[in-house]
């Protein structure tokens, strides 16, 4: 380690090496979330192949993104007790071993089995592991850094499914697949061995200290704020995935053309990375639950909006609103942890909040299909996930750090 080191400093001699901690943590969100998003480039190709249905392709997401919030827990446990260097290795293998085995796909089994179990495992770590991580490095600037970090999943987002239709016209699909695969080996690997550098923390010259300040997390299980924070989790997240999912068929419906309604997630998009700096910049300045606050109303008024609106073009207006709250949401949950709970057990106490996220999210897709194939609109939908945003806005007004995290304080200074 120390020879590593000497090399590092050799190659980045007068840079904050904390800097190349967070260039690994925005690669492992790039290429992880930017893989999940090219699944749906495949779509057409795996059902014209196959002839499965969209019901059967579309579980296969559903499975990985359920494994993912199960695996968080354990994963922020594990970063927690052993670092993150080898937690991300493990299961960046894991996440370019299931888009390579897609090239061998030739049965129902193996989507649902093994692509969607290596995925859940790949995307189990993505936010729990480099978000607590960057938590644990800039003690002073948790939220900015947290918003920079999330960029890269924006990035990956609109890059990698470009990127993959490429290759499916240039090789193929199932090609393309084992491309993927392996850019992505390389890449995680890449970012896994920055994301574990040692670096020092300016002006104590330090390193996080080896028994961080905060709750454990049989501490934190024992307060009314963790179980608040994972119902505000499972109430907004569930809009997080269900409007990427139906808002362009709702387009569509209402009269767009394909390419129009697709260019809505365009603009989602890029509005949410406006939303994740600024939003993270936001809570080192006035705190979590105010940020939370500042997310959350336009996401409920912005989903509102969708009952009411008749021209199709102010669908445009409603993606600056809803963009902006969607990239804000998934950047400050890490550094309200921090700020609520101190980092003694940030990456198990994170790991659950998104377990409960995740029940949400990926119910919500389903049941808003529901509700449209039974009345042939979105909108009882749209006003239920409305309601759950204001609901979780309510319980944000109630929060406040527990207890005995300000006893810890207080005794400390």
């Known amino acids: 380690m120390t020879a590593q080191c000497h090399r590092i400093n050799h190659v980045f001699p007068s840079i904050d090496k904390r800097y190349l901690i967070v260039v690994g943590a925005l690669l492992v969100q790039s290429v992880t979330i930017g893989c999940m998003f090219s699944y749906g480039v495949f779509f057409s190709y795996l059902e014209s192949e196959f002839s499965w249905s969209r019901t059967l392709l579309s579980s296969a997401s559903s499975i990985a993104f359920f494994c ?23 299961t960046g293998v894991c996440t370019a071993s299931a888009y390579g085995f897609m090239y061998f796909l030739s049965a ?11 995925v859940g495992v790949g995307l189990s770590t993505h936010d729990v592991v480099t978000l607590s991580t960057v938590a644990r490095w800039f003690p002073r600037r948790r939220g900015m850094m947290s918003g920079v970090v999330k960029v890269g999943a924006a990035f990956g987002q609109i890059t990698v499914p470009l990127a993959a239709l490429a290759m499916i016209g240039a090789v193929g699909w199932r090609s393309a697949f084992l491309g993927l695969g392996l850019t992505a080996l390389v890449l995680l690997m890449l970012a896994a061995w920055l994301i574990g550098i040692k670096a020092t923390i300016p002006n104590t010259q330090t390193a996080p200290t080896a028994e961080p300040a905060g709750l454990d997390f049989a501490e934190a299980r024992g307060t009314r704020q963790l179980w608040t924070l994972c119902a505000m989790q499972f109430l907004f997240f569930g809009s997080l995935t269900t409007v990427p999912t139906h808002i362009v068929p709702h387009g569509m419906d209402s009269g767009m053309t ?4 697709a260019s809505i997630l365009s603009a989602i998009a890029a509005s949410s990375i406006a939303g994740r700096l600024l939003v993270g910049v936001l809570v080192d300045k006035i705190g979590g639950r105010k940020a939370f606050l500042v997310c959350v109303v336009p ?12 021209n199709p073009k102010f669908l445009f207006g409603f993606a600056l609103f809803y963009g902006f709250a969607h990239g804000g949401l998934f950047t400050l949950v890490s550094p309200l942890v921090a700020e609520y709970f101190g980092m003694k057990a940030h ?8 377990f409960f996220g995740t029940i949400g999210g990926a119910s919500m897709p389903i049941v808003t299909g529901m509700i449209f194939d039974a009345q042939g609109s979105y909108t009882v939908a749209f006003i239920v996930l409305a309601l759950m945003a204001v609901a979780g806005m309510l319980l944000a007004w109630t929060l406040s750090p527990p207890a005995e995290l300000r006893q810890m304080q207080s005794a400390r200074g």
């Open 68 to 90: 993912m919030g199960v695996l968080a827990i354990v994963g922020g446990r594990l970063n927690d007790r052993y670092g993150p260097r080898q937690v991300l290795m493990f």
């Open 108 to 118: 129902p089994w193996q989507l649902l089995l093994i692509y969607s179990i290596l």
């Open 258 to 261: 394909a390419v129009v309604a």
């Open 299 to 310: 996401l409920s008024l912005s989903l509102l909006s969708l009952v009411f609106i008749s």
């Open 347 to 354: 990456g198990v106490i994170f790991g659950t909040i998104l």
